[in-house]
């Protein structure tokens, strides 16, 4: 425990000054005086309780909130506590055994007739010294005395002080306190930093105090301190910023101060913000933004949902919680982590609850010496031990494992209509939140350059570079890494996705005569230079590498950028090392993650910029795109917000379990992000049973199991009473991958309005579209299936019109577009036809 300046020993007439020299250290409380003094110590106070010779169950009073407990030598040998929490009172006549006794005690307290005993000259370390005075001096010189009994702490009854001034019976509590301080200032103010007492992320501000301010602010509890222009200086005395002092402390060098305050009104700085180092950041702006939703939340807000709907924040909270457990990388534990501190500082300012209080919980929970087992309680203990059983509608599932594979169920004929768009939701958190996080990694990028990208290279990919970048012509992997079973491989799906992307290039210029003499047209030009994003992470996916690379090949892009996160030896897998050969890729650029897409967006000394960014990846490439997109200094386009993957799968009762399953399957591994969704057409009980036994058996059988474990978790099984409600659902719900295992597949083609690629039949996995049938696999994500197309050739190109108009053309349009330039004011529009037809009416 940090030694004290003076140390106030608490008597029966001290109440009045309790909450004075609470701001300023612990208080040394008899035992006896416990339960009538406590309840005046603030909740941010701290004090020790002197239980020498008291029969008080010392154990209670430290799991109660004392710092520490005052004991005899013979109390030491039967109390079995933390060291840090105890002090042994020895009389000075017993000093000799204070080194035998320091390694059970943080602290001696020594009765002493002059008080001149140290840590250092009792031959103790890592031990404080408390003295305690059998007679005190005059109160106008104990000042001297505090000052040269440290680095020991002076014990003084609270008789003799004061809030006032010193005198010769009562010595000031400022002065006591600044009695070692020191200031090399010819003014001789001290710097002191103020801080919030709520928000604890960064410093309000940096001002100046003097020994009058000290005590001014001591004896008001306020923050007041020393304007050097204008004097003392009450904070907020004009503008009603007042702050509530909590707490002052000194520095180590005893030459600076730290005021710990409470602040009121718009803030601490002049210029109206909260602090003079800019605004609050992290948990400090979260608590704000709810203290600030829960007084005037936009009608309609989810926060203001959350605040009013106790069963939607208790469900998320328990989701949330159960996401956290099942997050696995550095990545998305933080992720859900954040998500979860999110709805649980919901609930807790929904109940008037601040981070002070919080942290004031914690602090009170580790000054417990005593803790329950901890184990869980039997219901969670249950939980984790099997599944959650489906929603009553649902049929009863068979018995499985501890552990299982399973997905939620639900009938949605049975769900109210107002709680339909939340089956729609995907497991991942809101753009905006993940595009703050992606922020400060994109702007390293943009300010640092190669350097900054080398660094985070080493710190996400454990890789150290030389370059960022390999450049064309790349060599041919030998047999050794890439076995002519793979490369023959990789060239029929080459092959397949070349042919047809081919095929959807213009043939030639589109060209259209609008009336005689007025001819339209349209051509192609393929984008300059474009960038082709191909995940790395928990698989390796030239896959991905012939998707984008093949119809910026074939549309003829000049600079193929393929950004793709290094090995650990800095080395790029053989499999997209090869297809960047066979696709006519420029340059690899070795990073992943928003920092890849950053440097593609705007370039660095080794990394062409581009005009625009295709491929997948995790939520933090999805958002890195979606900020650089709208970033006028970037000037750089993207596919789509393709995120994490997903299907859904329609399933009918002529449907086999074992493919069913193996279509769920073949998503759910791509990551714990992933979602995967079975819509069933009226699926009997022992239908559904087989297919989610298939899963299970298939699941456990697979490599990445863990990762389609927290997947499937997270996933949805959605009973419809008909083919036309269930596909209904699927339009509504836009699916990445959608598969059809119905009686008459084909024909169900017809009535599908949103989906990103559809797999018709049986045997038609969508494995085999990922790899090698010829459809592209970069596909729109989360829904967006509704706005966008997945990748294809003319998504490489940009299409340029032209208008051709002849003498005898502008003649008869001319007359037409002066009218409706006029019509909208725009007299240098019409003039322009208007001096042509002056000269063909000559």
């Known amino acids: 425990m940090p030694a004290a300046v003076f140390l106030p020993l608490v008597d029966p007439t001290a109440a009045a000054l309790i909450p004075a020299l609470a701001l300023i250290g612990p208080l040394l409380v008899p035992a006896g005086l416990l339960s009538a003094v406590r309840p005046s110590i603030p909740p941010t106070g701290s004090y020790i309780v002197d239980a020498t010779g008291s029969s008080n169950d010392l154990v209670a009073i430290l799991n109660d909130g004392a710092q520490a407990v005052v004991v005899s030598a013979a109390q030491l040998e039967t109390l079995d506590v933390p060291r840090e929490r105890i002090i042994v009172s020895i009389a000075e006549n017993e000093v000799a055994a204070a080194a035998s006794l320091s390694h059970k005690a943080a602290g001696v307290l020594i009765t002493s007739a002059e008080g001149t005993h140290t840590a250092k000259s009792l031959g103790l370390q890592n031990t404080d010294v408390y003295l305690q005075l059998k007679t005190l001096p005059a109160a106008d010189a104990l000042v001297e005395s505090v000052r040269t009994s440290l680095p020991s702490t002076l014990v003084i009854p609270t008789a003799s002080l004061t809030t006032g001034v010193t005198t010769s019976t009562h010595l000031s509590i400022a002065d006591a306190f600044l009695a070692p301080v020191v200031s090399d200032r010819p003014d001789g103010l001290f710097p002191t930093i103020v801080s919030s007492s709520t928000h604890s992320s960064r410093p309000l501000g940096m001002v100046y105090s003097s020994r009058e301010s000290v005590a001014e602010a001591i004896k008001s509890q306020k923050g007041v301190y020393q304007s050097r222009k204008h004097g003392l200086w009450r904070k907020?005395?004009?503008?009603?910023?007042?702050?509530?002092?909590?707490?002052?402390?000194?520095?180590?060098?005893?030459?600076?101060?730290?005021f710990e305050v409470v602040q009121h009104g718009t803030g601490f700085c002049h210029l109206g913000t909260p602090t003079c180092f800019g605004s609050f950041t992290g948990l400090a702006r979260l608590e704000d933004t709810l203290k600030s939703r829960l007084q005037s939340a936009p009608e309609g807000s989810y926060t203001q949902r959350l605040f009013t709907d106790e069963k939607l924040l208790r469900a998320k909270i328990m989701e949330e919680a159960e996401e956290l457990c099942d997050a696995q990388t550095k990545e998305e534990v933080a992720f859900e982590a954040a998500d979860l501190f999110y709805f649980a500082l919901t609930r807790a300012v929904s109940k008037g609850v601040s981070l002070k209080d919080i942290e004031l919980a914690l602090d009170a929970k580790g000054k417990k010496v005593t803790r329950r087992k901890g184990d869980a309680k039997p219901k969670w203990e249950e939980k984790v031990a099997s599944p959650a059983a489906p929603a009553p509608a649902a049929p009863a599932p068979s018995a499985t494992a501890s552990g299982s594979i399973r997905m939620r169920t639900t009938k949605l004929s049975e769900?109210?209509?107002?709680?339909?768009?939340?089956?729609?939701?995907?497991?991942?958190?809101?753009?905006?939140?993940?595009?703050?996080?992606?922020?400060?990694?994109?702007?390293?990028?943009?300010?640092?350059?190669?350097?900054?990208?080398?660094?985070?290279?080493?710190?996400?990919d454990k890789a150290e570079l030389s370059s960022n970048v390999q450049r064309a012509p790349f060599p041919t992997p030998g047999e050794d890494v890439l076995p002519k079973v793979v490369r023959d491989a990789i060239d029929q799906?080459?092959?397949?996705?070349?042919?047809?992307?081919?095929?959807?290039?213009?043939?030639?210029?589109?060209?259209?005569?609008?009336?005689?003499?007025v001819v339209c047209s349209r051509f192609a030009r393929p984008i300059q230079r474009v960038g082709i994003y191909v995940p790395g992470g928990t698989a390796i996916l030239p896959s991905t590498a012939i998707m984008l690379g093949v119809p910026a090949q074939v549309a003829g892009c000049k600079e193929i950028v393929l950004a793709t996160p290094p090995r650990p030896d800095g080395s790029i897998s053989p499999e997209v090392l090869y297809v960047a050969q066979l696709t006519g890729v420029t340059t690899i650029l070795k990073a992943g993650g928003a920092q890849a897409v950053a440097a593609l967006a705007y370039g660095t000394a080794e990394v062409p910029k581009v005009d625009k960014i295709?491929?997948?990846?995790?939520?933090?490439?999805?958002?890195?795109?979606?900020?650089?997109?709208?970033?006028?200094?970037?000037?750089?386009?993207?596919?789509?917000?393709?995120?994490?993957?997903?299907?859904?799968?329609?399933?009918?009762?002529?449907?086999?379990?074992?493919?069913v399953a193996s279509d769920l399957l073949s998503q759910a591994e791509h990551g714990v992000d992933s979602q995967v969704v079975l819509v069933g057409i009226s699926l009997t009980p022992d239908h559904l049973s087989a297919i989610e036994a298939e899963v299970e058996r298939q699941a456990l059988a697979l490599p990445r199991v863990e990762i389609a474990r927290v997947a499937i978790s997270k996933s949805l099984?959605?009973?419809?009473?008909?083919?036309?409600?269930?596909?209904?659902?699927?339009?509504?719900?836009?699916?990445?991958?959608?598969?059809?295992?119905?009686a008459d597949a084909p024909g169900a083609v017809?009535?599908?309005?949103?989906?990103?690629?559809?797999?018709?039949?049986?045997?038609?996995?969508?494995?085999?579209?990922?790899?090698?049938?010829?459809?592209?696999?970069?596909?729109?994500?989360?829904?967006?299936?509704?706005?966008?197309?997945?990748?294809?050739?003319?998504?490489?190109?940009?299409?340029?019109?032209?208008?051709?108009?002849?003498?005898?053309?502008?003649?008869?349009?001319?007359?037409?577009?002066?009218?409706?330039?006029?019509?909208?004011?725009?007299?240098?529009?019409?003039?322009?036809?208007r001096v042509r037809l002056h000269e063909l009416n000559k």
Not at 757 to 780: I, K, M, Q, R
């Open 614 to 659: 295709f491929g997948p990846g995790n939520q933090w490439v999805t958002a890195a795109k979606m900020l650089v997109q709208n970033d006028t200094d970037a000037l750089v386009s993207i596919d789509m917000p393709a995120g994490p993957s997903e299907v859904l799968v329609i399933a009918d009762a002529t449907a086999n379990p074992v493919f």
């Open 236 to 258: 907020g005395e004009t503008s009603g910023s007042v702050q509530d002092l909590v707490a002052i402390q000194l520095d180590c060098d005893t030459d600076s101060l730290v």
């Open 493 to 517: 799906a080459y092959a397949n996705v070349k042919a047809f992307h081919a095929a959807q290039v213009d043939p030639a210029p589109l060209r259209v005569e609008t009336m005689p003499g």
């Open 717 to 742: 099984i959605v009973l419809a009473d008909s083919l036309a409600e269930g596909m209904a659902f699927s339009n509504e719900y836009a699916p990445e991958h959608l598969i059809l295992h119905l």
């Open 750 to 833: 017809a009535t599908v309005e949103n989906a990103g690629s559809v797999f018709v039949g049986a045997f038609s996995p969508e494995s085999c579209g990922d790899y090698a049938s010829g459809t592209n696999h970069t596909l729109p994500t989360n829904g967006y299936a509704r706005q966008f197309s997945g990748v294809n050739t003319l998504a490489f190109q940009k299409h340029i019109t032209s208008q051709e108009i002849t003498k005898e053309g502008l003649s008869v349009l001319g007359p037409v577009v002066v009218t409706l330039a006029e019509r909208e004011g725009l007299e240098a529009h019409a003039n322009a036809v």
């Open 415 to 460: 769900v109210p209509q107002n709680e339909r768009p939340a089956l729609l939701k995907r497991p991942v958190l809101n753009s905006l939140a993940m595009i703050d996080k992606v922020k400060p990694i994109v702007e390293r990028v943009r300010n640092e350059g190669d350097a900054g990208l080398k660094a985070m290279t080493k710190q996400f």
